[in-house]
């Protein structure tokens, strides 16, 4: 099984630009949230987040394509490959998110980077975001206007859950990680 310091340190063999390695780390972390969540394995789940934008550093234009091949010939897993590529579904491919894994990382990929706005904002950073908040942050469509809300929604749709209870999910999933992160605030202790 795919371990968190094996997809480290491949993702590291790809990506080297600051604000990608934190957005994996983002998708990381709330990616172990929501295993905890659905009872299963958090350090799996992080691993997949950690590798979910692999080739996306070399090959923008080309995301994913560049992916399941290399990753194959690492020895990561068929089932972890299709939840890396999954994420892309609609905009990149075809491969349908079918599991909560897959439905997961295909959600928290751009939620993530509204909680990641929200949190900068704050003196407390994510120590102190409530979900409350980043609603607001969410309906405010200029607002972090890059992250894609529809995709958003239809991965809660995918998940039976409602975007405030995932949203939650992630927050606390992400706040263990407040300094790693970069979103301890500036009022940290």
């Not at 897993?77 to 439905?103: C, F, Q, W």
């Amino acid at each position: 099984m795919l371990t968190l310091a094996r997809a480290t340190e491949l993702n590291e063999t790809m990506v080297t630009q600051e604000h990608l390695i934190l957005h994996a780390k983002n998708v990381c972390y709330a990616m172990g949230a929501m295993a905890r969540h659905f009872g299963e394995d958090e350090e799996h789940w992080q691993a997949v987040g950690m590798l979910h934008d692999y080739d996306y550093e070399q090959y923008p234009e080309e995301h994913l394509d560049h992916t399941a091949e290399p990753l194959r010939k690492a020895g990561v897993d068929e089932a972890d490959i299709r939840a890396i590529l999954s994420h892309g579904y609609g905009i990149r491919n075809d491969v349908e998110p079918i599991t909560n894994m897959e439905k997961s990382l295909y959600t928290v990929d751009e939620l993530t980077g509204i909680i990641q706005a929200c949190a900068r904002m704050r003196p407390n950073g994510i120590r102190d975001l409530e979900v409350k908040s980043f609603m607001k942050k969410f309906k405010d469509k200029k607002f972090a206007a890059k992250c894609n809300r529809e995709l958003i929604l239809k991965g809660c749709e995918m998940l039976g859950m409602e975007l405030k209870d995932v949203a939650e999910i992630c927050i606390e999933g992400m706040k263990e990680h407040a300094a790693e992160l970069g979103l301890a605030g500036s009022a940290e202790e």
